[in-house]
């Protein structure tokens, strides 16, 4: 008879795990009823029995009586033990249920620990999926409350009472259990952690969503940022492809134009010189006849025969006054003064035409910006702080300039300055030197006993006369806050908008030339809003300041901040 055999291969670890410590059988034993246990666990189970005289299965409850002789089963115990050697190989494995780093441990695996999955808090242990089966099957064990896994169990249970922390003190904001109740937390108000979390749940789902809305906020800004990036960099390289385009037709024009004045000078020289040459070869001939003249003369002196001297001094007469050619001068200092003077003339006119149009390109280069959300605090405002400095050419007659030109001062009496274009003549205003383009902050400190005019301005607003075209803030060329002691207001194309808040002695002005907007803050850390424009700026812009009053005798001053003094 052929001798049957099974591979361990087909064996389970369940089918020979002890149904009392849940672990492999080690010296497994056989009772009469034909189930195995661990000859230690059997033994300490019916200790616990041993004074009733009748004995239990752990596993069928059958009885027995006396109690069973134990003996160990050799051929169970050598599967378990092949069984045993192949469960190391599996655990060695990275696919088994071995806890690695980071997980939680089963509290009851003896030897290599398997990965928890439930945490029991009232047996206060965490249990592997082997272990967790007697919770899921036993009735009593049922009742028990079973969590995900956690590694630190005694965080919740009540360090007082060993009881689980079931409860929420809203009182003291802290979690207590249900003895803690009756005792120091009686009259508090309490809330079970299921209802508190159910409240908490609903915040967070609020707290979820206004993230979820920041999240898609800010990804579509990096979407908008990535596709103004790509638009700069085209944009960027068809400018650079145009420029580069036109100035190599720019070239070629002057070029071809170069060789058009050269061949118009070589025309002329040629001109010039076939005329010359025609003289001189005219000159030769008439020197060679004269030549020959002289000659035959000579030869007539020394002649002895009367007739022929007289004969040939007849014909010769006669030759010689038809031979006489008209007088011709000659220009020592013939040149092509007037062709290079008009080619300096016309190299200086480019030049200047040249600079006062490539000047204006980077300030079409400074315009192309990604618009950002405006500064909130101002450390933030002062990334873009300009340093400015005023500009003597542009202040009036009545205003005085110190402290390297970053304080006007109005003065009663006329200063003797000079009549330059850029002053202004009539009203008490000053413009700074430098431009103010892409985003700029700077800091204006005031003092007067009427009105300052805090502005910006193009450079082209009128400077001569009092029209309302040369006036801060009445014209389509500025805008400007007018600031008092007890009033503020803002003006704009001689459009008064009344700023109904206190005027402070320290303004900030900020301008996002791009975004076309231009807004004023009384300064502190967190910097207070007092008025804003939003327009479309079309030229570069220069801050102002303008002193007004209704009648002389009054005083004031303007002074350009330094960032590090607040």
Known sequence: MAEASISVDQLSVDQFMCPVCLDLLKDPVAIPCGHSFCKVCINDYWDQDDKSRVYLCPQ??????????????????????????????????????????GDVECDFC??????????????????????????????????????????????KICSEHDKVLEIYCRTDQSFICYLCMTDEHKSHDTVSVNAYRSEKQSELKEEQMKSQQRLQEKQKKVQELKQAVNTIKLSAQTAVEDSERIFTELISSMEKKCSEVTELIRDQE?????????????????????????????QLSHTHDHIHFLQSFQSLCVSSGREDSPSITVNQHLSFDGVRKSLSDLKKRLEEFCQEELSRIPEHVEDVQILLSEPKSRDEFLKYFCDLSLDPNTVNYHLILSKKNRVVTYSERKQPYSDHPERFDSYSQVLCKERVCGRCYWEVEWSSEDYVLISVSYKHIRRKGRGYECGFGFNSQSWSLWCSSSSLFFYHN???????????????????????????????????????????????????????WDFQGKSGSVRLCDPEIL
């Not at 009232?122 to 899921?136: D, F, G, M, N, R």
């Not at 908008?497 to 002005?509: A, E, L, Q, Y």
């Not at 967190?526 to 700026?537: D, I």
């Open 270 to 298: 040629k001109a010039e010189l076939s005329r010359t040459e025609r003289l001189l070869e005219q000159l030769e001939q008439e020197i060679a006849d004269l030549q020959r003249r002289v000659t035959e003369l000579e």
């Open 60 to 101: 069928c409850r059958d009885t027995f009586s006396p109690r069973p002789v134990l003996r160990r089963n050799n051929m169970l115990s050598e599967v378990v033990e092949k069984l045993k050697k192949k469960t190391e190989v599996q655990a060695a494995s990275p696919a088994h249920c071995c806890a690695g780093p």
């Open 494 to 548: 001689n459009i008064k908008t009344d700023v109904r808040v206190p005027s402070p002695s320290r303004i900030g002005v900020y301008v996002d030339h791009s975004a076309g907007t231009l807004s004023f803050y009384s300064v502190s850390d967190t910097m207070k809003l007092l008025h804003r424009v939003h327009t479309t700026f079309t030229q570069t812009l220069y801050a102002g300041f303008r002193f007004y």
């Open 110 to 155: 003896t030897g290599r620990k398997h990965k928890a999955i439930k945490s029991c808090l009232t047996c206060v242990a965490s249990l592997c999926e082997t272990h967790l089966k007697p919770h899921l099957e036993i009735s009593a064990l049922k009742k028990h409350k079973l969590i995900d896994t956690s590694g630190n169990l005694q965080e």
